[in-house]
């Protein structure tokens, strides 16, 4: 049995998804695949150069594609806040794949002065959902909020005392953290929705291991040319590619099987495979754990969720 694929992919006319860090790897083929089965995306991308060749790419791939370029920098809350207006025009929001992000970078900080992975990874991202949250509920059946984790979040879980790790960084903790934080963040949006009733679902996805820009990134940023070469070399040697990292998220987006908090990821040691229920940690479904994080988050991004949101 070869599990779940792209062919499984239910038929997504009418309905309109955003992608965050649309541009390349798992961001890329989930917009295109999104955009092959019929639906309306739009690719969310920081740098518009990159986003605008990501765009004239799909075009060629899926002729006919309905698509549109925004830009959105998840590491300045000014650019999330002008995204979520600037949808406004849409006439529905059916999908929100929360997908970009960075990784074991050298200690950074966004606009907004937060740690660079757990400002963009999570608080960017806390923020962007909350402020299109009214949009998607009023979406109705199908609608999903699907945010992008990684099996690395078993390096640790968020330490409500020191979010930004002013005690002490290491670039791998605090990338495992920011990837617990996702979890937490699915895992209460998930119990607050089964608490209203509402029929818009919270899950999570990971790519396993898969053969991104993500993983010669901080090594570019300290100009190590030579581990970067040698992380590309080892990344295309033992990595599934993109199209394959990319399934979980699919799934997650798209099957007519997904629970609230359900969380997915490739079948073979959580690193490659085709994409079934993943295993997690404990941690990330603990409830005072996900309120703390959810509390802290409203107070750092200024967005507050109105609970039960008002549509």
Not at 46 to 56: S, V
Request: include cysteine; hydrophobic fraction near 45%; aromatic fraction near 6%.
């Amino acid at each position: 049995m070869n599990g779940w694929t792209l062919n499984d992919i239910p038929d997504q006319k009418g309905r309109t998804a955003v992608v965050t860090g649309a541009n390349s790897g798992i961001g890329f083929v989930t917009s295109r695949e999104l955009a092959r089965r019929g639906a309306r995306v739009v690719l969310a991308c920081r740098d518009e150069t990159r986003g605008r060749a990501a765009e004239e790419l799909l075009r060629h791939q899926v002729p006919g594609a309905d698509v549109c370029l925004a830009r959105l920098d998840l590491a300045d809350l000014s650019s999330v806040r002008s995204f979520a207006d600037g949808l406004a025009g849409e006439e529905r929001l059916d999908l929100l794949v929360n997908n970009a992000g960075v990784m074991a970078l050298p200690r950074r900080r966004t606009v907004d002065g937060f740690e660079m992975q757990f400002g963009t990874n999570h608080l960017g991202h806390f923020a962007l959902t909350g402020l299109l949250l009214p949009r998607l509920r009023e979406a109705g059946d199908g609608a999903r909020v699907i945010t992008v984790s990684s099996g690395f979040h078993f390096l640790g879980s968020v330490d409500p005392r020191d979010v930004q790790m002013d005690r002490g960084y290491r670039r791998w903790i605090a990338y495992g953290r920011s990837k617990s934080a996702n979890l937490l963040f699915v895992h209460e949006l998930a119990r607050r929705l089964a608490a209203d009733g509402s029929p818009l679902v919270a899950a999570a996805a990971h790519p396993g291991f898969a053969a991104t820009n993500l993983q010669t990134a901080g090594v570019r940023m300290e100009g190590r040319a030579r581990t970067e070469r040698l992380v590309a070399l080892a990344t295309r040697a033992v990595a599934q590619s993109a199209e394959d990292g990319a399934l979980p998220i699919l799934r997650a987006a798209t099957a007519p099987d997904v629970r609230q908090d359900d969380f997915f990821g490739p079948r073979v040691l959580m690193w490659r495979g085709a994409p079934v229920r993943s295993v997690r940690a404990g941690w990330t479904r603990d409830d005072r754990a996900g309120a703390g994080l959810w509390t802290l988050s409203e107070r750092l991004t200024g967005v507050t969720y109105a609970w039960p949101p008002r549509v």
